[in-house]
């Protein structure tokens, strides 16, 4: 199983990222997808979560109304559209499937940088 993030970057606050994260060696569409982050000196934080079929999602509250989290089953991938970023949301955002339970998330990706200028 592998998960390759990618789209991180540098961007200005109130500007906008899209981060992707491609699987492979895994029946992506059975699979719950996560995202989450974390910043220096900080803890692991949940950002998203969408279900296997993509019909329900649910979001940190930090990031609730900025952030959609979105999957395309055909292409192996699990989208991240950031909006209205703030220097706060600086981290290395990675992305991971959900296994054996809800909240349990056995595979993880590499993670992304997401750098937020004030």
């Known amino acids: 199983v592998q998960l390759q993030a990618s789209g991180g970057g540098l961007v200005q606050a109130g500007g906008s990222l899209r981060l992707s994260c491609a699987a492979s060696?895994?029946?992506?569409?059975?699979?719950?997808m996560g995202w989450f982050r974390q910043a220096p000196g900080k803890d692991r934080e949940f950002v998203a979560r969408?279900?296997?079929?993509?019909?329900?999602?649910s979001y940190g509250d930090s990031v609730r109304g900025r952030f959609t989290i979105s999957r395309d089953n055909a292409k192996n991938t699990v989208y991240l559209q950031m909006n209205r970023l703030k220097s706060e949301d600086t981290a290395v955002y990675y992305c991971?499937?959900?296994?054996?339970?809800?909240?349990?998330?056995?595979?993880w990706g590499q993670g992304t940088q997401v750098t937020v200028s004030s």
């Open positions: 991971a499937a959900e296994t054996k339970a809800p909240g349990v998330y056995d595979y």
């Open positions: 969408i279900i296997w079929s993509g019909g329900v999602t």
């Open positions: 060696g895994m029946t992506f569409s059975s699979y719950n």
